[in-house]
């Protein structure tokens, strides 16, 4: 189902929590909303839910205005942070409510409830835990629980907040790639929040960057890392370290850091115009070269990462982190440090 | 007796709090001393009247009216102070108001004052002359020296019982299940029943059995208000110190087993209803 969010605004007593935003979701895509923690991302998922009213702007679903539509009414799958299952209720109950509690008319009969239940347990690979409480199953499990709940009333949208923020690392990865594929076979259109760009990058079709209310760039994850449109998105993808510089149209300085000059074709993005700039500088865009004498950067720890090297050096005031297919270097070593490319921003 | 001793060593592995012996020898010994030990002299002392005698004593008819009067009374008033005390509750955790703090403090009054004082300030209210009393008794509505007295006392000792047990409750339930319950469907009268009762029925049973508990052993405050009538508005607790004070002191204890019986067996229903609510 096609989503459209049009000039949506939101505001919490003084703070605006969402500022005009547009946005365009096509039918089966999966969308992450990715931003820092009060970038507003929550408070659009739940007004696209109908769980919140907007102050001014639209949501159309199918392009149908959503404005007078009550949450209930709405069909739409929401997984929620914490998964908010019903306590005093067994996971098939659960998973069950949202065909039980339709009006007579459209309900189904008690025999065809359970057979789409336990077809769900078994769509999200649960079939045993049927009969168990919610407080008597791992996290991993609640979510599919959830998940299995939320997708019972045949959503027409489902909404996921922070699906993987109360798990462990180990089943985040288990489960983003299940989700990813669980989305496909469906045949859905999921809309999902989160903070952390890998969970984005690796889930979505597209990923819409948050802050401050307002949505900074809506791209695929490709674009997004190839062509942040400003140093906000740059800095929260990828892991970079951010340098103040000086653009003077033709090389990037980083006066007074004692770092060579970059000059304009080693740049994979260069500022739109001369003036003080903030560069982004990845571990593998480091050079380090071992010196004989005295270098600009001396290093402190370095660590083996099953494809290279890591080396954490220290410039100056700043610690950097450089990888490297392989280094000869030793703590304590003094060495050459060069960036070998950058994206930099104008901030003038 | 093997079986027993491995029972206690498994719970001696579970438990979190250390010297599980000890704490289990002093719990036992605290609650001997107590509770059992009084309750059992209880039990025994109506036998003095042989079982004839007691059966004789209890089934008189003004006993078996003040029973009856008693049990009634601080069941409807437990029955009435539940939905009442869900309410307060509901509105004290949801809501944001000027003077919720006085509010929420002054549901304790009746934990804290004594009980004579409220039994007088009700009877004061209620009287036929009274603030209340007269509009009442204008619509011909007679509260004190009545039994709707009793249960008037009783509704005001018993109301803190249920707001109490259940307050935390609610505000240890997440909203988030309401949105839940809403985005898959449910109207409101379906989250309230299906969603956010079922969750609270533990606490409401508890803070049931509390206030129904609270106004059976309830004396200072109902003896002013009730007006004490025999077979009409004489509660099992007064007919007992009436007693006393006539030297019988069987026949009190007599009445006292026989409302310690079907005490008990009233608050094991309830226990065994949460079990079972808990279990389903």
């Known amino acids: ?348 | 007796m093997a079986a027993a001793s491995t029972r206690l060593t498994a719970l001696r592995a579970r438990g979190a709090i250390p010297g599980f012996g000890a704490s289990l020898g002093v719990t036992l010994l605290w609650l001997g001393l107590i509770v059992l030990v009084p309750l059992a002299a209880l039990a025994v002392r109506p036998w003095e009247l042989g079982v004839q005698g007691v059966l004789r004593s209890l089934a008189e008819p003004r006993v078996l009216a003040a029973l009856r009067l008693s049990f009634l009374a601080s069941l409807a008033a437990a029955a009435v102070n539940l939905p009442i005390g869900l309410l307060l509750a509901w509105v004290l955790v949801r809501d944001r108001f000027p003077g919720r703090r006085l509010l929420d403090g002054a549901i304790d009054l009746p934990f804290a004052l004594p009980t004579a004082v409220a039994g007088l300030a009700l009877t004061a209210l209620y009287a036929p002359e009274g603030w209340l009393g007269a509009p009442l008794g204008a619509l011909g509505l007679k509260v004190a020296y009545t039994p709707l007295g009793v249960g008037i006392a009783m509704l005001f000792v018993g109301l803190p019982f249920v707001v109490r047990s259940v307050e935390p409750v609610l505000r240890d339930l997440p909203r988030e299940a309401e949105e839940a319950a809403a985005t898959l469907g449910a109207n409101r009268l379906q989250t309230l029943l299906r969603v956010v009762l079922p969750a609270l029925m533990p606490a409401l049973l508890a803070g049931f059995a509390m206030a129904f508990a609270r106004g059976l052993g309830e004396y200072g405050s109902v003896i002013f208000i009730a007006g004490n009538m025999p077979m009409v508005s004489e509660i099992a607790p007064l007919l007992i110190t009436i007693r006393l004070e006539q030297y019988d002191y069987a026949g009190a204890a007599a009445v006292g087993l026989a409302m310690l019986l079907l005490a008990f067996m009233i608050l094991l229903l309830l226990n065994w209803l949460q079990r079972w609510g808990r279990a389903k």
């Open chain 1, 1 to 348: 189902m096609s989503v459209s969010v049009q000039g949506l605004c939101r505001r919490f007593g003084n703070a605006a929590a969402l500022r005009d935003i547009d946005l365009e979701v096509r039918s089966g895509e999966f969308v992450a909303l990715l931003g820092p923690s009060g970038s507003g991302k929550t408070t659009l998922l739940r007004i696209l839910a109908g769980l919140e009213a907007a102050d001014a702007g639209r949501v159309l679903i199918e392009g149908q205005d959503m404005a007078d539509v009550p949450v209930r009414s709405r069909r739409i799958g929401f997984v929620f942070q914490h998964y908010a299952l019903f306590r005093h209720m067994s996971v098939f109950e659960n998973i069950a409510f949202g065909l039980r509690i339709r009006p007579r008319a459209t309900r189904p009969p008690r025999a065809e409830i359970a057979r789409r239940v336990t077809a769900l347990l078994e769509r999200v690979q649960i079939p045993e835990l049927a009969a168990r409480r919610p407080d008597q199953i791992s996290g991993g499990q609640r979510q599919r629980a959830a998940l299995a709940r939320a997708l019972a009333i045949e959503p027409r949208l489902l909404l996921l907040d922070e699906p993987f923020g109360a798990l462990d690392a180990e089943v985040r990865k288990g489960l983003r790639r299940w989700l990813r594929d669980l989305h496909r076979d469906m045949g859905l259109t999921s809309i999902f929040v989160t903070h952390d760009q890998d969970e984005a990058m690796e889930l979505a079709d597209r990923v819409a960057v948050m802050r401050g209310g307002a949505i900074v760039q809506y791209d695929t994850p490709e674009e997004l890392v190839e062509h942040p449109a400003d140093a906000f998105v740059a800095g929260f993808l990828g892991e970079a370290v951010r340098l103040e510089a000086q653009w003077d149209g033709t090389a990037l300085r980083f006066d007074p850091l004692p770092l060579a000059p970059l000059p304009a074709s080693a740049l994979r993005q260069a500022p739109r115009a001369p003036g003080p700039a903030l560069a982004f500088i990845r571990p593998r865009d480091w050079q380090v070269l071992p010196v004989a004498e005295a270098g600009n950067a001396t290093l402190r720890a370095r660590r083996p990462t099953g494809h290279g090297v890591r080396l954490e050096l220290e410039l100056g005031p700043l610690i950097v982190e450089a990888e490297l297919p392989g280094s000869p270097l030793r703590p304590g070593d003094a060495c050459l440090l060069r960036p070998g490319a950058a994206r930099a921003f104008a901030t003038g």
